[in-house]
């Protein structure tokens, strides 16, 4: 299984972007999915989950600004981020909790590569 995130560039302080993340390989089913982001010198935290059934769960400081929504039928979870100021500088890394076909069907997680978000002051 691999998710490959995509969207990341740089954007002027107020500005948008929207991230993507592609799962692929022996898939049985996806469930939650979501984003976590690293600023430098700062710990990952998270930026927003949406569970399987489209319940969403959001960081305190992203609130209002940015929504997850997901395509069960593509397999991939979106980041809409909006308002976007210094603060949210980071990579940002796709997350998956599935269940992935190999030796049977078991529950596996899985991270994307980071994909980096430079918003300009």
């Known amino acids: 299984v691999q998710l490959q995130a995509s969207g990341g560039g740089l954007v002027q302080a107020g500005g948008s972007l929207r991230l993507s993340c592609a799962a692929s390989?022996?898939?049985?089913?996806?469930?939650?999915m979501g984003w976590h982001r690293q600023a430098p010198g700062k710990q990952r935290e998270l930026v927003a989950s949406?569970?399987?059934?489209?319940?969403?769960n959001y960081g305190d400081s992203v609130k209002g600004r940015i929504t997850i929504f997901r395509d069960n039928a593509k397999k991939t979870v979106y980041l809409q981020m909006n308002s976007l100021n210094a603060e949210d500088t980071g990579v940002y890394y796709c997350?998956?909790?599935?269940?992935?076909?190999?030796?049977?069907?078991?529950?596996?997680?899985?991270w994307g590569q980071g994909t980096l978000v430079t918003v300009s002051s």
């Open positions: 997350n998956t909790d599935l269940l992935e076909i190999g030796d049977g069907v078991r529950r596996r997680g899985y």
């Open positions: 390989g022996s898939i049985f089913r996806i469930d939650a």
């Open positions: 949406i569970s399987s059934g489209g319940r969403t």
